[in-house]
């Protein structure tokens, strides 16, 4: 067809659009969705991604009748099943749930295949949740400051355990070591059940990790809960103090969860899900199950919002990993 005639056509079409109210955006949006939607999971079962995305997807079906999936690709810290994501068509048929990991890899993985800035457009912060400081039951302590007084006496002998290198909880106990100026010895996991395993066992002195990894375990008296990483107590762990309060003013590391699209997903798409999204998080037995089950606070951000946070959290978390040259397992 002539260019002429080709123009000519794109100009019929959008003037028919408008005739009828629509944009060609909002008739894409409209028409959407036509196939399965995939919720793109970059970690295996068991942790705390999944059964967040599957919570979702769950309430989001039961409201819409939409036909979602959720799609496990695990592996390199979540870097994997996000690349594939970055990767696909931005038609909004592919949508991935993200750890506090994905602020930690720019820094911590060399030649990533993906921009995380660049690459996917955030959609929602879905929550926060500080992590937690155990010991078992067996060992001393009875408070984090007793930690940080043994440590100063007798430097590395106190080991702790994280979910590998670079892992949030990692880079938290960096910090705190630095701002406490005492040293204990880093014992990395390849992942937190076999790390929650050997703090149960006393294979370790102390373990970090998320309050939904470690409450069942505090809960049973299988560990001893000695700080919580936030600048305030968790809902679900309200006699454990903060941080904050055992001499680290201020201090506060939060795990996270979110939402992200493929960049250039159409803007009308991206709000039908959000709306989706928020819709699914203020249902109750949703917020009953990430609340009190998994300790999470939602924020259910705007997608603004959630870029702020995201910019803020890979610039200081990637000063940690390139100050402390730390490298992943």
Known sequence: MPVTLL?????????????????????????????????IVPFPPGGTVDPVARIVQKQIVDATGWNIIVDNRPGAGGSI????AAK???????????????????SLLPNMP???????????????????????????????SEVVAAAKAKPDTITY????????????????????????????????????????????????????LLVPQIKGGKVRPLAVT??????????????????????????????????????????????????ALEHPEVRKQLGEQLGMDLVASSPEQFNTFLTEQVARWGKVVKDNNIKAD
């Open 7 to 39: 123009r000519r056509a794109a100009t019929l079409a959008l003037v028919g659009a408008a005739l009828l109210g629509t944009s060609p955006v909002q008739a894409q949006s409209d028409d959407w969705p036509k196939q399965p939607i995939k919720f």
């Open 81 to 84: 099943g996000t690349a594939a």
């Open 88 to 106: 696909s068509p931005p038609d909004g048929y592919t949508w991935v749930f993200v750890f506090d990991t994905h602020a930690v890899n720019p």
């Open 114 to 144: 993906f921009d995380t800035m660049k690459d996917l457009a955030p959609v929602m912060l879905i929550g926060t949740s500080p992590n937690t400081v155990v010991t078992p039951p067996g060992r001393p302590f009875k408070t984090f």
């Open 161 to 212: 355990g994280s979910i590998g290198n670079g892992s949030l909880g990692h880079l938290t106990m960096t910090l705190v070591q630095q701002a406490g100026d005492f040293k204990v010895v880093h014992v990395p996991y390849k992942g937190g059940g076999p790390m929650t395993q050997d703090i149960v066992a006393g294979q370790i002195d102390l373990a970090i990790g998320t309050v939904a």
């Open 230 to 279: 936030g600048d305030k107590r968790s809902a679900v762990l309200p006699d454990v103090p903060s941080l904050a309060e055992q001499g680290f003013p201020n201090f506060s590391a939060l795990a996270w969860w979110g939402v992200l699209a493929p960049a250039g997903t159409p803007k009308a798409i991206q709000e039908r899900m959000h709306a989706a999204l928020k819709k």
